[in-house]
C-alpha cells in the first residue's frame, strides 16, 4: 500500500513539473494583466508620462457621472438583450430542424451554418455594410421591389444598433447550432420512444424532453453568448468608421468606450476602471444564470 502511495506520488510530482512551465507563463499572461488592470483602475496615467499618482475611486466616480459611459451601458445591454435570446432559440430551433428524421444532407447544412462561424468579423462586417449601404446596398435594393424607400440602416438611430445585432446573430448561430446538436443526439432515443407509446406529440417530447435534458446545453450557450454580446466592438467599429458613435452616440459600445479613452485620449487609469467594471458585470451575469439554472 505504501509503494502505491510513492508511485502516485511521483506521477503527480512528474505532471506537476510538466505542467509547470505551461501554468507559469499561462499565470502570467492571464492573471498579471488583470492585476495591473485593477492597480491602474485606482491610478491616473496618461500613457505617456511616467508618473502614477494614485487617486483612489476617482476614476470609478467619474464614471458613474459620465453620460458617455452610460450611454454606452445602456447600448451595451440592448445589444445583449437583442442578441442571446434570438441567438438561442434560432439555434436550437435549427438544431431540432436538422436532427429531424426528414431532412437529408445534414452535413451540407451544417456546413452552411457554420461558414460564417470560421470567417473572420472584419470581412463578415465589411459584406454587411455594403448589404446596409443606403446607395447600392443588397437590402434596400431588395426593398425597392415592394416600393420601400431606401434607408440608412447604420446611420439611423432606430435601426443601426439592431442592423449590427442582427448581423451579430447571423455570424454566431450556426456555432451553437451545431452544440445544440450534439445535446439532441447525445438524448436517448428510448426517451422518445416510451413518450411516443404513452401518445405524446412532438410538442410535448420537445417541452418535456428536449428541453430538460438540454438544460447544461442551454446554460452553456446563454453564458458564452451573453460574454461575447457584452465584448462586442469589430463589427460595431467597421460597420460605422467614419461615423463610430454617430447619430447621437446611439452604436457607441462599452468595449469602444474603453478602446476610445485608453488609445485615443491617453487615460488608462479612466479606461481601465471602465475595464473592471465590464468584466464586473460579465462576472455577476455569469453567476446569476448559474444560480438560476441550479435553482430550476
Known sequence: MKRINQTRRKQLLFCFYVLLPTLALYSFLRFIPIGSTIVLSFQKWNLLDAVKPFIGFNNYVKMFKSQEFIGALKNTVFFVLFTVPATVVISLALAVGLN???VKIVPFYQTI??????????????????????????????????????????????????????????????????????????????????AEIDGANGWQRFTRITLPLLKPITLFVLVISSIRAFQVFTQVYVMTVGSQGAPGNVVRVLVYEIYENGF?????????????????????????????????
Open 100 to 102: 429531424s428524421k426528414k
Open 113 to 194: 451554418y457554420f461558414i460564417p462561424v470560421v470567417t473572420s468579423m472584419v470581412p463578415v462586417a465589411v459584406v454587411w455594410k455594403w448589404i446596409y449601404d443606403p446607395s447600392y446596398g443588397l437590402l434596400n435594393y431588395f426593398l425597392s421591389f415592394f416600393d420601400v424607400e431606401s434607408k440608412a440602416w447604420l446611420i439611423d438611430p432606430k435601426s443601426a444598433l439592431s442592423s449590427i445585432a442582427i448581423m451579430s446573430i447571423w455570424k454566431v448561430i450556426g456555432y451553437y447550432m451545431v452544440v445544440f446538436l450534439v445535446g439532441i443526439k447525445s438524448i436517448s432515443p428510448q426517451y422518445y420512444e416510451a
Open 264 to 296: 485615443r485620449f491617453f487615460k488608462m487609469g479612466y479606461a481601465s476602471a471602465e475595464a473592471m467594471m465590464l468584466f464586473i458585470i460579465v462576472a455577476v451575469l455569469t453567476l446569476i444564470q448559474f444560480r438560476i439554472a441550479k435553482e430550476k
